[in-house]
């Protein structure tokens, strides 16, 4: 454990009343894409404590992700889902929205996008995305694009040269560059381009799981270097060789980031996908079958498998000796601190 969180420790009842307090953040998800009834499922998520997430708006999953409008389109009903339940849900632009809507005790959705190939070979397009509310934006899904290489890639050439540019109107605009699918040396290459931070938003340490999906050693250095933070995902096949894994499992993911580059650059991005159709479950299996044979019905950690589970993240983080401030920091405010330098 980091010596930054030794000899403290917060028993179940404190841990729980930290995290009712808490600004949560979400790297990523909870999907809402093909929940049968919207309104449960938000009230759900707002039952979970969790304060915000980000949410991918735009497809990912193929070649072609959707085009700018209608990813305009979708961002259109998320405002009028907000509209409907103004007691519930607020779209998320600012860090002021979510510090408002943890006073309000609703939930704030980031929009995010997980494949930049939607730009084309425009870089003036990131600036519409901004226009629109996209705050947070993957440089890669499972292929390589016009921007750099993914991690589903067998050969990564890093960031293009229209990648550069977006990179700098990323930082311009205000919009948070994540490099959780890109590929090691695209994503070396964001950092190392961007002068503001960069973000894992989801992933796991590869020297725990060894699967090209997670992040290794050389790229959780860079983030730190860069300001950022990494989200642990709760995946299976990312997070362990076992069939099955268990919380303690997914914690160990956290503590290795946080002995190797400190508290400050560790956070939760669970990537949950509860309540998914069978038709999407097996066209997700279908781009992850490289990661691992993982059973598919183990897709999460057990403890984590869906969104009323949240609370358990600090239980764990409790168990781990960690102290009240540094579960604080884990649970969200190390995203908000570098929503605060990115955001404009």
């Known amino acids: 454990m980091n010596s930054t969180t030794a000899g403290v420790s917060v028993s179940p009842d404190a841990a729980r009343q930290i995290y009712r307090e808490a600004i949560v953040i979400d790297g990523l998800g909870p999907i809402?894409?093909?929940?049968?009834?919207?309104?449960?499922?938000?009230?759900?998520v707002v039952a979970s404590g969790v304060t915000a997430f980000n949410h991918t708006c735009?497809?990912?999953?193929?070649?072609?992700?959707?085009?700018?409008?209608?990813?305009?389109?979708k961002l259109e009903n998320w405002e009028n889902a907000a509209a409907r339940h103004p007691d519930k849900l607020s779209v998320a632009r600012t860090v002021e929205d979510i510090e408002q809507a943890k006073e309000a005790g609703k939930v704030a959705v980031i929009f995010g996008i997980q494949n930049l190939g939607l730009v084309g070979d425009d870089a003036g397009n990131v600036r519409r995305l901004h226009?629109?509310?996209?705050?947070?934006?993957?440089l890669t899904y499972q292929a390589g694009n016009s921007v750099g290489g993914s991690n589903g890639d067998p050969v990564d050439e890093g960031l293009t040269a229209l990648g550069r540019e977006v990179v700098a109107a990323m930082n311009e605009v205000g919009i948070l560059i994540c490099a959780s699918h890109a590929g090691e040396r695209t994503a070396l290459e964001a950092i190392e381009e961007s002068r503001d931070p960069v973000v894992y938003s989801h992933i796991n340490v590869r020297n725990l799981r060894n699967v090209p999906k997670n992040v290794p050693d050389e790229n959780i250095?860079?983030?730190?270097?860069?300001?950022?933070?990494?989200?642990?995902?709760?995946?299976?096949a990312t997070v362990s060789e076992t069939p099955n894994p268990h919380l303690d499992q997914f914690l160990a993911h956290i503590e290795y980031v946080v002995d190797r580059i400190g508290v400050d650059h560790a956070a939760i991005g669970l990537?949950?996908?509860?309540?998914?159709?069978?038709?999407?479950?097996?066209?997700?299996?279908?781009?992850?079958?490289?990661?691992?044979?993982?059973p598919?019905?183990?897709?999460?950690?057990?403890?984590?498998?869906?969104?009323?589970?949240?609370?358990?993240?600090?239980?764990?983080?409790?168990?781990?000796?960690?102290?009240?401030?540094?579960?604080?920091?884990?649970l969200g405010t190390n995203f908000m601190r570098v929503f605060k330098q990115v955001w404009k």
């Open 296 to 330: 598919w019905e183990h897709m999460y950690v057990e403890e984590l498998s869906d969104v009323d589970k949240w609370p358990t993240v600090a239980d764990g983080l409790a168990s781990l000796g960690y102290g009240e401030t540094d579960i604080v920091k884990i």
């Open 32 to 44: 809402f894409w093909y929940q049968e009834d919207f309104d449960a499922y938000l009230d759900r």
């Open 58 to 73: 735009s497809i990912p999953y193929d070649f072609n992700p959707d085009s700018i409008d209608e990813l305009a389109r």
């Open 221 to 236: 250095d860079a983030i730190a270097r860069s300001g950022g933070v990494i989200g642990i995902a709760a995946w299976s």
């Open 271 to 294: 990537d949950l996908s509860d309540g998914l159709p069978k038709e999407r479950l097996e066209l997700l299996k279908a781009n992850f079958s490289k990661i691992s044979d993982t």
């Open 131 to 138: 226009d629109l509310g996209v705050r947070i934006a993957g």
